[in-house]
Nanobody, 122 residues
């Protein structure tokens, strides 16, 4: 139900902007989150944003480099990724939940996208 876009292959130090399109206005009331996963590892929390956009959370590994935002009028969430590193290489997934707090575990999310590949070359 969620559709990610914006992934690709870039060099270390470059930027990418991921988008996540939600199917309808109801998602403006949901917590929305980015996770990422590399082969052989668990899906890990990257960043999340509250329904109104007033609260954002980031993993320590991306603080200061990534910025999450949302445009409720367009039912879309974004992840601006700057100063990318090879260790940021992963499939990035967006997810949404109806919880009233911001969970960082995958079990709390009910809606998922199919993922978009981000590859950073050194």
């Amino acid at each position: 139900q969620l559709v990610e876009s914006g992934g690709g292959l870039v060099q270390a130090g470059d930027s990418l902007r991921l988008s996540c399109a939600a199917p309808g206005p109801a998602f403006s009331t949901y917590v929305m989150t980015w996770f990422r996963q590399v082969p052989g590892k668990e899906r890990e929390f990257v960043s999340a944003i509250s329904p109104g956009g007033g609260t954002t959370n980031y993993a320590d590994s991306v603080k200061g480099r990534f910025t999450i935002s949302r445009d409720s009028a367009k039912n879309t969430m974004f992840l601006q990724m700057n100063t990318l590193k090879p260790e940021d290489t992963a499939v990035y997934y967006c997810a949404a939940t109806t919880y009233r707090f911001i969970p960082q575990n995958t079990r709390s999310y009910f809606y998922w996208g199919q993922g978009t590949q981000v590859t950073i070359s050194s």
